[in-house]
């Protein structure tokens, strides 16, 4: 991660890297976890799942964990240091933008009533 402003993450990076951040999970384990935490429903079917875990991979965000199972058809993520730290990054983002929006709601601007 640099120095630079945080990037923005999509919803599903941001709930991926969320899960991994209680624990190394399989493929399958990360697609139950963000449904469970999206109250939108974000729903990752495995090969748009796979080629984000591989993006983040290539980010240095994720790390394939060594504790798959016997026949090595599950493999397992863990998130890196570096995940750990792009993930802080878009939550401190959020709460920034968040801190900005929270006034206008409680105002009952324009629009407000009827």
């Excluded at 630079?4 to 969320?18: C, F, K, N, T, V």
């Excluded at 990360?30 to 799942?49: F, H, K, M, T, Y």
């Excluded at 990054?89 to 920034?96: H, I, P, Q």
């Amino acid at each position: 991660m640099s120095d630079q402003e945080p990037i923005a993450l999509a919803p599903r990076d941001l709930l991926i890297l969320s899960v991994l951040s209680t624990g190394p999970l399989h493929g399958y384990g990360i697609v139950r976890a963000v449904e469970e935490r999206s109250d939108s429903g974000v729903l990752l079917d495995p090969a748009n799942l796979y080629r984000v875990l591989r993006r983040m991979q290539r980010e240095g965000w994720i790390r394939e964990a060594n504790d798959s199972d016997e026949d090595g058809r599950r493999r397992t993520f863990a998130l890196t240091t570096t995940g750990t730290a792009v993930l802080r990054a878009e939550v401190v983002r959020l709460e920034r933008l968040l801190d900005h929006v929270r006034p206008a709601l409680a105002g009952g601007g324009p629009g407000e009533g009827a």
